[in-house]
């Protein structure tokens, strides 16, 4: 007996449409013209892949334009900002926020999320403790992994450390770094990849946030990342000085990211919102190339970072728009440039969260249906998943447009 079949569905890279089988939350056969009476769902031909997955995602601070303005439109008008709304957070109030931004990913077809959530003495466990709460509530449509970090720096907010520990004790996923904020960066990273070394966790850090290319975090983190072992599993999101890099200096830079098990986030929406500001004429971009360290087999992704805050007063929580906004800047066009767009919106952070993006026999019935028959598509033209299904169950649904005709 099989609870549902999926008729019609475009499979990437596949020309003949398949039928999906479902049972118990999984894929059971893949197949042409599947035999079966079981509740139908027609893809009408459409593109089925594994849901979007964002890799960096600020939960706990978004959605506060009403009591946040950045006055200056610079990263440090916008970390003062958020620090003195701050201190008006609750637990209710955040988990409020987020649920908005989680409601709006899932009908965007996001499945996964690594959320950045802010610990220190002053937010205390209050933003942690909401996230939690959101986790466990949202878990039928999203998957939510707790990375916790010190927005507003280690060393020089003492406390700050004891409660990442104890959020680490308490389920949080992995730990983020923040160096540019501390009043000394090298010894944030040597304490996070300690820290990270002791409770056996992945990190990600916010990182090289700047157009200045004299000097850069970066060669820290990719010694120590070699010093401990920890290949592969760090991150390091925005690195807007990747975008200032000579071709030649950027090949070094991604041949020392290989060495390290590197692997770069880049966040579009903010970095072209905040970096440049000292420009009123050939407003520099600030985009790092991702594509070109992907190229070189390096995990990229490319994230939503902030939604309607002063870090990034925008936001639908769309990844089509954001791997669409990221070809515009970076001037991507051909299906194969498309398509790397699309896996740095899926597959490459479905992999860096330990998660499969095949739709095959075996896999969870977790997918979303686009409307397009390639990923190349997708990107090119923001398609918006019209619904999805995560371990065999409908989550949301976006009935098509209509047009009414004289
Ligand atoms: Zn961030």
């Given amino acids: ?74 990263l440090a008008g916008a970390i003062r900002a958020v620090a003195n709304a701050k201190s008006g957070f609750t637990e ?39 996230i939690k709460r959101l986790k466990a509530d949202y878990a039928w449509a999203m998957d939510i992994e707790i990375c916790v970090f010190p927005q507003e720096g280690l060393f020089n907010y003492p406390g700050t450390e004891e409660l990442l520990r104890t959020a680490l004790d308490n389920g949080a996923d992995l730990l983020g770094g923040c160096p540019y904020m501390d009043t000394d960066p090298n010894g944030q990273i040597l304490r996070l990849f300690e820290m990270a070394r002791d409770y056996d966790v992945d990190l990600d850090f916010h990182l090289d946030f700047d157009l200045d290319g004299s000097w850069r975090h970066l060669d820290e983190v990719a010694k120590q990342s070699i010093a401990f072992g920890w290949q592969g599993r760090v991150m390091i999101g925005h690195v807007t000085k990747l975008s200032v890099l000579s071709k030649p200096e950027l090949d070094d830079t991604i041949a020392m990211m290989r060495d390290a098990g590197i692997g770069l986030t880049v966040l579009p929406a903010t970095d072209l919102f905040l970096t440049g500001r000292d420009h009123d004429h050939s407003v520099p971009r600030g985009v790092a190339p991702a594509h070109k360290l992907a190229a070189h087999g390096l995990c990229c992704t490319i994230a939503t970072n902030n939604v309607l805050n002063p870090f990034t007063p925008y936001g639908d929580c769309s990844l089509s728009r954001m791997a669409n906004l990221y070809a515009n800047v970076s001037q991507l066009s051909t299906e194969a440039e498309l398509e790397n767009c699309f896996a740095m919106v899926a597959d490459a952070p479905a992999k860096l969260l330990g998660r499969s993006s095949k739709i095959a026999v075996g896999e969870a019935a977790s997918f979303i249906v686009l409307p397009a028959q390639s990923r190349a598509q997708v990107v090119s033209e923001i398609s918006r998943p019209v619904w999805g299904m995560k371990n065999g169950r409908v989550t949301f649904d976006h009935p098509a447009a209509r047009l009414h005709r004289p």
Avoid at 33 to 61: R, W
Avoid at 93 to 110: C, H, L, N, S
């Fill in 1 to 74: 007996m099989l609870d549902y079949l999926v008729r019609n569905a475009c499979l990437n890279g596949e020309n003949a449409l398949v039928d999906l089988a479902i049972r118990d939350g999984k894929i059971v056969e893949i197949a042409q013209s599947i035999a079966g009476d079981a509740p139908c769902f027609d893809a009408e031909g459409q593109l089925i892949n594994c849901g979007f997955v964002e890799s960096h995602l600020h939960l706990d601070k978004a959605c506060i334009l009403d009591r946040a303005k950045n006055e200056t439109g610079t």
């Fill in 92 to 130: 209710d109030d955040i988990y409020a926020r987020g649920a908005r931004v989680i409601e709006k990913a899932i009908t965007e077809g996001t499945n996964a999320v690594r959320t950045h959530v802010e610990i220190d003495p002053g937010i205390g466990m209050t933003g942690f403790n909401a």
